[in-house]
């Protein structure tokens, strides 16, 4: 199914490691609140995932941090984020890398807290910092 396919790059982009089924229903609680489709995800990652969003996708950044408590009041949890990676078998080696990418992004700070929460992701991409993504 492409969903899964989908998953999979959108897991890999928001540090989820896994596309477990508590994965896909936040993504699709997410998509819900935020009216964004899977095409509207589809075109983002198709065109290289530029920092360039709309809102909503910028919002529907927010809902999947905060749901995973990667981020709250409108602040990103760098330790929060590196205690769920460092549960993830795939990544175990590359921890020094990760770690190092997520303090780096730490502090962002966008025009709002959605822009934040995407200005950090795409931060943690840029600094490799995203499991699976190369």
Request: hydrophobic share 35%; net charge neutral; with cysteine.
């Amino acid at each position: 199914m492409k969903f899964t396919l989908f998953c999979v790059a959108l897991a890999a982009l928001f540090s989820m490691g896994q596309c477990n089924p508590d994965i896909r229903q936040i993504m699709q609680q997410c998509m819900e609140s935020n009216q964004v489709t899977e095409a509207d995800l589809k075109a983002f990652m198709a065109g290289g995932m530029q920092s360039n969003a709309q809102e909503n996708l910028k919002c529907y950044t927010k809902c999947l941090m905060e749901k995973q408590g990667h981020f709250a009041n409108g602040q990103f949890n760098a330790q929060a984020m590196l205690d769920t990676l460092k549960n993830v078998p795939q990544i175990k080696d590359k921890m020094d890398e990760i770690s190092s990418g997520v303090n780096a992004c730490k502090d962002i700070k966008g025009t709002n807290d959605c822009d934040t929460a995407f200005k950090v992701t795409m931060c943690l991409k840029e600094h490799k910092a995203i499991p699976g993504h190369h």
